[in-house]
Antibody, heavy 120, light 107 residues
Framework: EVQLVESGGVVIQPGGSLRLSCAAS????????MHWVRQAPGKGLEWVSL????????YYADSVRGRFTISRDNSKNSLYLQMNSLRSEDTALYYC?????????????WGQGTLVTVSS | ETVLTQSPGTLSVFSGGRATLSCRAS??????LAWYQQKSGQAPRLLIY???SRATGIPDRFSGSGSATDFTLTISRLEPEDFAVYYC?????????FGQGTKLEIK
């Protein structure tokens, strides 16, 4: 059974930094593209970032490019999101999602999310 | 950026009825379109990918159609557990984008 478990969400002041983690199990992690998707309270879904199987290719939403960095450690079956220069508009539930074998693909499994609140 | 516009914003249907949800893209996404269901307090769940392929374990009451810029999710024989928010998503070009969602509620 595929499992994705996010962690690292906290209440943090604007301008701060934070690293989210996603522990994956139940599939061959290093075969798959992985994503971060966020959802602000009461709002819709926003794709944040993607990383391909070996970490060589990464993509970002314009709203986070230059501030967030996605990475992965295939030896630990883990995905990360380093978040710098946080803003109030980054407040959201952050989901880790499993993509496909290629960069292009749907998100077939999601974690339960970790909540990041940016507030003074 | 490809903007996805879902309609209607809210759809009220009787249990046992049929729901038709629309998703329109601002430019062609070919068939690189997925549909997700999200229930309150839960993570989204993949229903449909490649515009018309059902994900694993999804009942055949759910069907997707369309290509290029116009897509439809149809849910037949609505059951109580189907009332939720539905999102379309395109993965044909970066940035990947989601529609704003359609809330399906019991009439």
């Amino acid at each position: 059974e595929v499992q994705l478990v996010e962690s690292g969400g906290v209440v943090i002041q604007p301008g701060g930094s934070l690293r989210l983690s996603c522990a994956a199990s139940g599939f061959t992690f290093d075969d798959y593209t992985m994503h971060w998707v966020r959802q602000a309270p009461g709002k819709g879904l926003e794709w944040v970032s993607l990383i391909n199987w070996d970490g060589a290719s990464t993509y970002y939403a314009d709203s986070v490019r230059g501030r967030f960095t996605i990475s992965r450690d295939n030896s630990k079956n883990s995905l990360y999101l380093q978040m710098n220069s946080l803003r109030s508009e980054d407040t959201a539930l952050y989901y880790c999602a499993k993509g496909g074998l290629k960069i292009t693909g749907q998100f077939d499994h999601w974690g339960q999310g970790t909540l990041v609140t940016v507030s003074s | 950026e490809t903007v996805l516009t879902q309609s209607p914003g809210t759809l009220s249907v009787f249990s046992g009825g049929r729901a038709t949800l629309s998703c329109r893209a601002s430019q062609s996404v070919s068939s690189y379109l997925a549909w997700y269901q999200q229930k309150s307090g839960q993570a989204p769940r993949l229903l449909i990918y490649a515009a018309s392929s059902r994900a694993t374990g999804i009942p055949d009451r759910f069907s997707g159609s369309g290509s290029a810029t116009d897509f439809t999710l149809t849910i037949s024989r609505l059951e109580p557990e189907d009332f939720a928010v539905y999102y379309c998503q395109q993965y044909g070009s970066f940035p990947y984008t989601f529609g704003q969602g359609t809330k399906l509620e019991i009439k």
